[in-house]
């Protein structure tokens, strides 16, 4: 027989004895400590949302459309490349079929259930106004970046928590004063939006026409969101202007262009930038939209002539949005886009809204390809790019 002699044990060995039978418990208690509380969030990674209040309904609709495709087309682009300080973005967007009460309930809605970082792509003056007036984005503390706006009402003063990354209205109109006047259109008419937007359009009108020794002979409005333009159509008709400005939308300006045509008079008509000519083209024929001239406020995206132009046609084969053309609203949704990604990543990793709107405001001299934009404390207007279009016979737009 074999007898087996232990030594006792020291210290040492008592200690991790010990240490051994209690480690299913401290297993066990780790356990629970990591269903109790929920990890830390990681230094950058994760996900930023950004939220949209937008028309997606309604005459405005393609509008609406049009800049979520351009910035879903950026943000997808942003994400494959790894997101911003590895933080990946979501577009959250709702419909407020672009009735200005509609948007300040929907932004709303969108800060308290997604919690944006920033809000982005909102349609209309009047909207934007709505959100300045009612105080929503201080009471929110959520910068709002890219209005589908130039009114003069969001940018003078500054507002600061809105940042508008398109030439203004003011902006656009000297812009056709100065380029028809000088070769003889003198006796111009204005139809316009009866709204925020109309009004800011025409107020400029009067002013540069005046200045530059013009006549503004006639003047028609029509109710926001309608196309009852039998009234303007008639008092401009009726005035023989040599040439139109007009502050309206895209199936106004259409039904406008096609009355007018049938009415027998042939003017000039030069739309500000929130129509879309080749949609005019399609509502009312090439023949009778044929020589509409449409201001730009940023460069031609199917010219592939900018770096801009170039990076978004390639972006948006990379990420095709549905049912949706490159066009200029599109490309305007991707500047945007691309403006406040550059926020977000001055920013720095897990960027709060407030850190967001100071980083937009030392935004100078971006160059997004084409188009320079710059912010300030005293300036929140970012871009002054404007250019002039024109409608030919197959319903595309030349420079």
């Keep these: 027989m074999h007898r087996i002699f232990l030594r006792p044990l020291g210290k040492p060995a008592k200690r991790s004895l010990r240490l051994l039978r209690r480690l299913p418990l401290l297993a066990l208690g780790l356990g ?6 929920p990890p830390a969030a990681p230094s950058g990674g994760g996900e930023l949302v950004i939220a949209q209040s937008a028309p997606f309904s309604g005459p405005l609709a393609p509008t609406g459309k049009g800049l979520r495709a351009g910035a879903q087309i950026y943000f997808d ?3 494959a490349a790894g997101g911003v300080h590895g933080a990946k973005l979501r577009l959250v967007s709702r419909d407020d079929g672009y009735k200005a009460p509609e948007t300040v309930r929907i932004v709303r809605e969108l800060a308290k259930e997604a919690q944006p970082v920033a809000f982005f792509g909102v349609v209309g003056t009047g909207n934007g106004e709505a959100l300045i007036k009612e105080k929503v984005l201080a009471e929110l503390g959520i910068p709002l970046v ?41 006796r111009i008419a204005v139809f316009y939006q009866d709204d925020p937007f109309g009004q800011d359009g025409l107020a400029a009108a009067e002013s540069y026409l005046k200045a530059a020794g013009a006549t503004l002979v006639a003047k028609g409005g029509y109710e ?7 009234t303007a159509v008639k008092a401009i008709a009726a005035a023989d202007p040599q040439a139109v400005i007009m502050v309206s939308n895209t199936a106004a300006s259409a039904e406008f262009m096609k009355q007018l045509r049938a009415a027998g008079n042939m003017a000039q008509l030069v739309a500000l930038s929130v129509t879309d000519g080749p949609q005019v083209a399609k509502l009312i024929g090439n023949g009778t939209a044929r020589g509409l001239s449409v201001v730009q406020v940023v460069p031609d995206p199917l010219a592939r002539t900018t770096p801009l132009a170039r990076e978004l046609a390639e972006a948006f084969h990379r990420f095709p949005p549905k049912d949706i053309e490159l066009n200029h609203t599109v490309a305007e949704g991707y500047v945007g886009a691309k403006v406040l990604v550059e926020a977000l990543k001055r920013a720095g990793p897990n960027p709060t809204p407030k850190k967001v709107r100071d980083a937009l405001e030392t935004i100078r001299d971006f160059d997004l390809g084409g188009l320079v934009l710059s912010f300030s404390p005293n300036n929140h207007a970012g871009s002054r790019y404007v250019d002039i279009t024109i409608l030919n016979q197959d319903g595309r737009l030349l420079r």
């Excluded at 629970?32 to 509380?37: D, E, G, I, K, V």
């Excluded at 926001?224 to 039998?230: A, F, R, S, Y």
């Design 146 to 186: 890219t209005v589908r706006s130039g009114g003069q009402a969001l940018v003078k003063p500054p507002y600061p928590w809105l940042f508008v990354t398109r030439a203004t209205y003011a902006d656009e109109v000297k812009k056709v004063v100065d380029q028809f006047v000088p070769i003889g259109f003198k």
């Design 32 to 37: 629970f400590a990591a269903q109790a509380a």
């Design 224 to 230: 926001k969101n309608t196309t009852k333009v039998e």
């Design 77 to 79: 682009a942003v994400n």
